[in-house]
Antibody, heavy 117, light 110 residues
Framework: EVQLVESGGGVVRPGGSLRLSCAAS????????MSWVRQAPGKGLEWVSG????????GYADSVKGRFTISRDNAKNSLYLQMNSLRAEDTALYHC??????????WGQGTLVTVSS | QSALTQPASVSGSPGQSITISCTGT?????????VSWYQQHPGKAPKLMIY???KRPSGVSNRFSGSKSGNTASLTISGLQAEDEADYYC??????????FGGGTKLTVL
């Protein structure tokens, strides 16, 4: 069974930093690309960032480009999202997802990030 | 990266069919056969229902189907059931090698 468990969320002040982690199990991690997708409270889904199987290719939404960095450690079956210069509008539930083809096939339950002074 | 356009809400009675539209541009929906649809129940993680415009993942009911014409994709749910009541989101791969989601559609089963 595919399991994706996010951690690292919390309350942070504007301008602060946070590092999210996603622990993957139940599949061969380095066979798949991975994504981060967020959902602001009461709002829709927003794709944030993606990374290919070996970390050699990454992509970012315009809203986070230059502030967020996605990475992975295949030896630890883990995905990360380093978030810097956080803004109030980054407040959201952050899901990690396993990509299958050109879609996000399996999702974690998410970790909540709140940016507030 | 503007969000894809979906109706805010749709409704239908049990047994009926409904269709949710998803309109983008030639840089996303119209340019690639990489449209996906997700179902999200309150407080739950999204679930992939359709990928590559019209393919169903294993375990997804064949009451769910997808199609595309030009810059608009559609999700059709036939034989509506109470358990189908949820939010539905479309997504498309884009020419910027990113993904873009729609704003979401709330489906109410009357």
């Amino acid at each position: 069974e595919v399991q994706l468990v996010e951690s690292g969320g919390g309350v942070v002040r504007p301008g602060g930093s946070l590092r999210l982690s996603c622990a993957a199990s139940g599949f061969t991690f380095d066979d798949y690309g991975m994504s981060w997708v967020r959902q602001a409270p009461g709002k829709g889904l927003e794709w944030v960032s993606g990374i290919n199987w070996n970390g050699g290719s990454t992509g970012y939404a315009d809203s986070v480009k230059g502030r967020f960095t996605i990475s992975r450690d295949n030896a630890k079956n883990s995905l990360y999202l380093q978030m810097n210069s956080l803004r109030a509008e980054d407040t959201a539930l952050y899901h990690c997802a396993r990509d299958q083809g050109v879609a996000q096939k399996d999702w974690g339950q998410g970790t909540l990030v709140t940016v507030s002074s | 990266q503007s969000a894809l356009t979906q109706p805010a809400s749709v409704s239908g009675s049990p047994g009926q069919s409904i269709t949710i539209s998803c309109t983008g541009t030639s840089s996303d929906v119209g340019g690639y056969n990489y449209v996906s649809w997700y179902q999200q129940h309150p407080g739950k993680a999204p679930k992939l229902m359709i990928y590559d415009v019209s393919k169903r993942p294993s375990g997804v009911s064949n009451r769910f189907s997808g199609s595309k014409s030009g810059n608009t994709a559609s999700l059709t749910i036939s034989g509506l059931q109470a358990e189908d009541e949820a939010d539905y989101y479309c997504s498309s791969y884009t020419s910027s090698s990113t993904w873009v989601f729609g704003g979401g559609t709330k489906l109410t089963v009357l």
